[in-house]
């Protein structure tokens, strides 16, 4: 999802509290809390590329540890999701 399009989207939708759900990365489980308008971009950009949500966090999940100072996984995700990052 492009930024355009999220920021429509967090401007417009209802305030909502995260949602904690269960994905699994490099074979372990890990919760995540995200707010429902995040899941569903998280959701729309790993059908976009053909991909399980899970295979789609454990990218950026990787990429975030690329940093010199990594975010949570949670932070990564939103931002990720923000910047509109997709390869």
Known sequence: MDPATLAGALLSAPLHPPVKRSVTIAGHPTSI?????FWDALEAEAARQALP???????????RMEAD????LT?????WLWRGRSD
């Open 75 to 79: 932070s990564a995700i939103r931002q």
């Open 53 to 63: 949500v899970n295979a789609l966090v454990a990218r950026i999940d990787v990429e």
């Open 33 to 37: 809390s995200l707010e429902p308008m």
């Open 69 to 72: 100072d990594p975010p949570n």
